[in-house]
């Protein structure tokens, strides 16, 4: 069994700062690309905010880009977002999403594996 879970969202005024986490628990060997998506409120679908691969490479919307900085410890399983000067259109759930994890014991891949989600609110 593989999860993600996320942490580090909360309320922030205008102008504030929130550091994301997500962990992948259980027996993994590896992780390819990790990605955190947001959906914000009255929208159905979610929108890629920023992604790495596994060897550092990074890439973010638009929206995002100067503002906020996605990282990953491999040794923790852990990626991080890091979101500096958030906006009121910065609210959303924010949720991790893994591509592709190989499980340490069977070399099993999984495939597409998302968190739970953490809410993210910016006040005025």
């Known amino acids: 069994q593989v999860q993600l879970v996320e942490s580090g969202g909360g309320l922030v005024q205008a102008g504030g700062s929130l550091r994301l986490s997500c962990v992948a628990s259980?027996?993994?060997?590896?992780?390819?690309?990790m990605r955190w998506y947001r959906r914000q409120v009255l929208k159905q679908s979610r929108e890629l905010v920023a992604?790495?691969?596994?060897?550092?490479?990074?890439s973010y919307a638009d929206s995002v880009k100067g503002r906020f900085t996605i990282s990953r410890d491999n040794s923790k399983n852990t990626v991080y977002l890091q979101m500096n000067r958030l906006e009121p259109e910065d609210t959303a759930v924010y949720y991790c999403?893994?591509?592709?994890?190989?499980?340490?014991?069977?070399?099993?891949?999984?495939?597409?594996?998302w968190g739970q989600g953490t809410q993210v609110t910016v006040s005025s």
């Open positions: 259980g027996n993994i060997a590896s992780i390819d690309s």
């Open positions: 992604s790495i691969t596994d060897g550092g490479s990074t």
């Open positions: 999403n893994a591509d592709k994890i190989i499980i340490g014991s069977t070399r099993q891949p999984w495939y597409n594996t």
